[in-house]
């Protein structure tokens, strides 16, 4: 069983930045490929970015590549996304997920275990 919490959400203006961070219980993170997802109001969740158990390959939606970056430190348990030039479309509930599989996923249904979740706000 692995628990995920979520920490660094919050109210920004576009163009600035913030950092996610997924804090994982256990003992065999690197086991665990790890997501990110949000969900907008009224919209469907969707994929935002994945990395391996031990970091070696990442991927990106689309929308978000090349302004957010995912990684990990295994040592430390914990997951990330740096979020850059931030747009208000990045407004939504992030959710970081595990999957007991080393290798990525982009899709929700790919992942095991999830985090209650962290707001993020951007206001143009």
């Known amino acids: 069983q692995v628990q995920l919490v979520e920490s660094g959400g919050g109210l920004v203006q576009a163009g600035g930045s913030l950092r996610l961070s997924c804090a994982a219980s256990g003992r065999t993170f690197s086991s665990y490929a790890m997501g990110w997802f949000r969900q907008a109001p009224g919209k469907e969740r969707e994929f935002v970015a994945s990395i391996s158990g031990r970091g070696g390959t990442t991927v990106y939606a689309d929308s978000v590549r090349g302004r957010f970056t995912i990684s990990r430190d295994n040592a430390k348990n914990t997951g990330y996304l740096q979020m850059n030039s931030l747009k208000p479309e990045d407004t939504a509930e992030y959710y970081c997920?595990?999957?007991?599989?080393?290798?990525?996923?982009?899709?929700?249904?790919?992942?095991?275990?999830w985090g209650q979740g962290t707001q993020v706000t951007v206001s143009s």
């Open positions: 997920a595990a999957r007991t599989r080393v290798s990525i996923g982009t899709y929700g249904r790919d992942y095991d275990y």
